[in-house]
């Protein structure tokens, strides 16, 4: 096991909860999200070799940043605005503090969380496109990709475009939507507030977590029926030559997140500048056996280096999203 100074902020979560205990533990993890619970169930399970030391140093760790942070009897809207900023970013916050400031619920669409992509994609693969465009809007881009390998192609293409397409919806709309989604789930529907969903950046969110092929395929329809708002999208997409653009802290981060299966093979399509930029940031012995691995690694298919770099990118979005790193080259400071 690393040093605790080189545990991730997930890994940090796992020590914290296994910690306190299964009933503690329990009562935290009904508050976290699907994604959440599925991420930190699967590092709780890969702990092992734990010393003292190490859940020392993170309970520690988390008690300070605890008494610093902490704001409990506030219960300000600015506080809560501030606090949801900070953790999801503006843009992820933005519907959720309106939702909750605003008295709204989303049990319908809430519950799409945590129904498996098929399921999901049964349920809604003889919807309007713009109905499936604004399910895609209140998901989060994950879980709208692996739904999107389960949907009919036209279909797809459609609702990508009215996804990029949508800036604000009104709140029936909305509340029609998850009374639709509750009757077929089964429960009953409740009123909404959200009012911004979607754009350019939602559709270029949902694209970056797609195979190359797919992505470039479904912008590729967008652009036979409006080729600007395509242009749009594609500039909000991140590839993986954009890696280069991390600052030294956040690219030090990412490195300790890639797991070494793929890292090679990705590296095989990266540019010089971008290998140089990985190099940098890891020790020199590490940096060696990379480029020993890459002079020894005989010729490797585009599509699988696209894919291990697809998955490098989904590591790297998630960082960004939970504010470990900055894709946009700014400095980042880890989370647990």
Known sequence: ?????????????????????????????????????QKLGAAMARMSHISTDQVQVVLSDFRSRLERQTSLGVGSDQYIRTMLTKALGADKAGSLIDRILHGGDASGLENLKWMDARSIADLIKLEHPQVVAMIFAYMEPEQAGEVIHHLPDRLVSEAMMRLASLETVQPAAIRELNEILEEQISGEAQSLQVASLGGPKAAADVLNRLETSLSSSILDNMRETDDELADKVQEKMFVFD????????????????????????????????????FFANMSKRAAEMMRDDLEAKGPVRVSEVESSQKAILQIATRLDAAGQLSLGGGSSEAML
């Open 1 to 37: 096991m690393s040093t605790s100074e080189d545990l991730s902020g997930i890994d940090r979560s796992a020590i914290l909860l296994l910690s306190l205990g299964e009933d503690e533990a329990a009562e935290v993890m009904r508050h976290l999200g699907p994604r959440e619970v």
């Open 242 to 277: 954009d890696l280069i653009k991390l600052d030294d802290r956040s690219m030090q981060v990412l490195l300790r997140e890639i797991p070494s299966d793929g890292f090679v093979t990705a590296l095989k399509g990266a540019n010089a500048a971008l290998r140089e930029k």
